[in-house]
């Protein structure tokens, strides 16, 4: 890992670290909340949680802003290797940053109504000009990013593409995601949206 800190933006007003709270459970499944924000060390509170869960399905509603990155990835691999994972982006805050890799771990992604899922590229620095200095070299961590994209069922290398191009034109504010009414592309700094292909993420057949 390299020695600076390098965030995924957490837009999160609070500076809690991520807590994953169950809220409802039966026979079958077990319900459970994610919020605050994304740190390496929430693999732990994960691990507790499957402990819980004993195989039964988990339905992981994500509310968060986002932390760090190399967490992010972390949670990923975590949450993949459980089965029968269904994750949505809640209506709350939804799933941004660093938060949007671990929603891509579920077997069953989902997007509540009002809820929304965020991607862009890694920074050290937030410059919302385009072609920022982002402050850090974050190629090692786009290497990461990669083979998580390919393993949730993405092509990998366009949608970091992709999110690195939008970085170029938007600076640190320029994002891809969905909500419950599709994908697009924003810039949070004058918070202008519009459609994105989905289809483009999508490795060829």
Known sequence: ???????IAALCSSASAGDFRVT????GTIEVEYTG?????????????VEIADGRTIILTINSGGGSAYGGLDLYWALEAYENLVTIAGADYGAWSAAAIMWTAGDYRMVA???AVWFHSAYCNWDPDPQPNIGCDTRDFQDELIKVLDDAGYDGEVFNFLLNLRQMESGTDGWI??????????DTTDWTIWPFDFERLLPCH
Do not use: H, P
């Not at 409802?24 to 026979?27: Q, W």
């Open 113 to 115: 109504a009002g809820g």
């Open 177 to 186: 995601g969905a909500t419950n009414k599709g994908w697009f592309e924003r």
């Open 24 to 27: 409802l459970e039966d026979y």
């Open 1 to 7: 890992m390299i020695g600076v800190s390098l965030m």
């Open 37 to 49: 924000t994304v740190y390496d060390s929430d693999v732990s509170r994960w691990d507790q949680i």
